[in-house]
């Protein structure tokens, strides 16, 4: 039977270009459905994401991205999908790569894949300074704690298999959650593999994370990490 693949689309004030950002998924891949998570959006994105042919839940209030990604991992549980795919709804995401990402999940190479954009070849947009050094500093504690070789531990684009979708369901990071959420899948065991992607400066809006929240990122997620270490494994849910 055909996998079913939900794309999950967070986004908050992303009026400018999340019907772009919609219309280049379903041209990419014709096969899966796209679930827009409006996390208390100001502007008109749900209704522009709608009219571009996604379904919309609309939340009353801001919860910030990780309660946003949580949404959409709950609407994949319930409905029965196979897969669930993370794509921003800024623009920085290619669309493009959506097979390459898929792949992995498709053969059960991989519980959770992770679009790279310093895997592979040099090109496209690749952060600021100050968030590189950032990166480097996740690429290194996840490999100290976990043993992974992660090269964009920060990466919003990624897909996860069906026990992740119910385990990030049921416990998902908060603030700032994909470094965290690398590292509690790969506690319980979760194949985790990055594929080379390219990435893309923001099409419209700006990002939450500026310099002056750079420092405050790495210490907040950094203590998350290392409070999920010494946490029992029951703690984060289902997962065999």
């Known amino acids: 039977m055909k996998a079913r693949v939900l794309v999950i689309v967070p986004a908050f004030n992303e009026s400018g270009s999340i019907a772009g950002v919609i219309r280049e998924i379903f041209a990419a891949r014709k096969d899966v459905s796209v679930l827009v998570v409006d996390d208390g959006s100001l502007d008109d994105t749900a209704l522009r994401a709608s009219g571009a042919g996604a379904q ?28 669930a795919v993370q794509i921003d709804g800024d623009g920085q995401h290619d669309p493009r790569f959506l097979d390459a990402m898929l ?18 070849e040099k090109g496209g947009f690749r952060s600021s300074f100050s968030r590189r050094v950032g990166i480097l500093f996740f690429v ?12 964009d531990p920060t990466s919003g684009f990624r897909g996860c298999g069906p026990r992740l979708i119910r385990l990030f369901a049921a416990h998902y990071p908060n603030d700032f959650p994909e470094p965290e959420a690398i590292v509690i899948a790969r506690r319980l065991g979760a194949v985790v593999r990055e594929v080379p992607v390219l990435m893309r400066a923001r099409s419209a809006g700006r990002s ?33």
């Open 56 to 83: 919309v839940v609309r939340l009353p209030f801001n919860l910030g991205i990780g309660g946003a990604v949580q949404t959409g991992y709950r609407w994949a549980e319930r409905n029965g999908y196979d897969i």
């Open 103 to 120: 792949t992995p999940l498709l053969r059960g190479e991989a519980d959770m894949v992770v679009g790279s954009r310093f895997a592979g």
């Open 208 to 240: 939450s994370i500026g310099k002056l929240k750079s420092p405050y990122y790495m210490l907040k997620v950094t203590a998350a990490i290392m409070l999920d270490m010494f946490k029992d494994r029951k703690v984060f849910g289902p997962w065999e």
């Open 140 to 151: 290194t504690l996840i490999r100290l704690l976990t043993g992974l070789r992660c090269t």
